[in-house]
């Protein structure tokens, strides 16, 4: 099994406390950015075809 105290007292001997979480901030950041970004983009053509698909049930 997997000893996370061990895990994290090593990375806490190498000084690097908060290091990681400062990480993934920043991925988790840039993720959100191009997400939001390829929503603008292709939103309203998603929009159309969900529109063309109710359309075509009705």
Request: proline residues 2%.
């Amino acid at each position: 099994m997997i000893d996370f105290k061990k895990i994290f007292a090593q990375q806490n001997e190498e000084g690097e406390e908060g290091q990681g979480l400062v990480e993934y901030a920043l991925i988790l950041f840039l993720v959100a950015v191009v997400v939001i970004g390829i929503l603008i983009v292709l939103g309203p053509k998603v929009g159309s075809v969900f529109s063309s698909i109710t359309k075509g049930l009705s």
